[in-house]
C-alpha cells in the first residue's frame, strides 16, 4: 500500500502541475503593476506555447501535507516535468508527446494516452488539466460557465471555475508579460500552492 500511496501523491502533484503554463527569466517584484496591463497583453498571453519554469508545488490534504521542487519544460509537441522532494521517491518524471504520457517514478513507470488517462489509470479519477493550463495563466478556460473577481487594476484576484477556487496572490512581470508568481487552488479539503521562482516564457518559438 505504500507503493499507491507514493503514486496517489505524485500523480495528484503532477496533474496540479499541469496546471502550470507560464515562464520567465528572473521575476522582477519591485515592478509595479498598473491599470490597463493586464487587458493589454491578453493576445500575447493566450499565444504563449513555450516555456520553462522551475518553482515549487505544495499539497495539503486532512490526511498528509507535501511539497515538491518543479522544473518544467512545454512546447507544444512536448512536455517534461520533473519533480523532487520528499513525496514519490525523491524524483518523478511526467513526460509525453501526443498521444502518449509517462509517468517513472523509483518504484517503476506507468503509461496511458493522456495525463487525464494515466491519473484515471493509477488513481480512478482526474483533475482538469486543461483547464489548469488557462488557469495558471490568470485565464477562465473557455466555454464553459465562471466567475472572475479582479482587483482595483484590472488583474485576475479570484477565479471559480469547475468546482475550483483559484486565489491569485502574486505576480511577477517577464518577458513582457505579467504572469501569476504564487497562486492557491482549492477544490473541497484540497489545497495546492505554486509558487514559480523562475519563468522563461518564449512566444512564437519555431519548435
Not at 523532487?84 to 521517491?89: C, E, L, N
Request: include cysteine; aromatic fraction near 8%.
Amino acid at each position: 500500500m505504500r507503493r499507491h500511496h507514493s503514486i496517489r501523491l505524485t500523480c495528484l502533484a503532477m496533474g496540479l502541475v499541469l496546471l502550470a503554463g507560464c515562464a520567465s527569466r528572473s521575476p522582477a517584484p519591485d515592478m509595479q503593476r498598473a491599470s490597463g496591463q493586464w487587458e493589454a497583453q491578453q493576445e500575447r498571453l493566450t499565444e504563449l506555447q513555450d516555456w520553462e519554469l522551475q518553482g515549487k508545488a505544495g499539497l495539503r490534504t486532512p490526511e498528509d501535507s507535501t511539497s515538491a521542487n518543479l522544473d518544467w519544460h512545454q512546447t507544444p509537441y512536448y512536455f517534461r516535468i520533473l519533480l523532487s522532494g520528499p513525496f514519490g521517491s525523491g524524483r518523478s518524471v511526467l513526460e509525453g508527446r501526443e498521444g502518449r504520457v509517462s509517468l517513472t517514478t523509483g518504484e517503476g513507470r506507468a503509461e496511458a494516452e493522456s495525463p487525464k488517462a494515466l491519473m484515471e489509470q493509477e488513481l480512478g479519477w482526474s483533475l482538469p488539466v486543461s483547464a489548469l493550463t488557462d488557469w495558471i495563466r490568470g485565464l477562465p478556460a473557455a466555454d464553459r460557465p465562471h466567475h472572475m473577481e479582479r482587483d482595483e487594476l484590472g488583474f485576475p484576484a479570484r477565479l471559480e471555475q469547475d468546482g475550483w477556487r483559484i486565489v491569485y496572490r502574486n505576480w511577477t512581470h517577464t518577458g513582457e508579460l505579467w504572469l501569476p508568481r504564487r497562486m492557491t487552488l482549492t477544490y473541497d479539503d484540497l489545497e495546492v500552492t505554486l509558487v514559480v521562482t523562475r519563468w522563461q516564457p518564449e512566444l512564437d518559438r519555431d519548435a
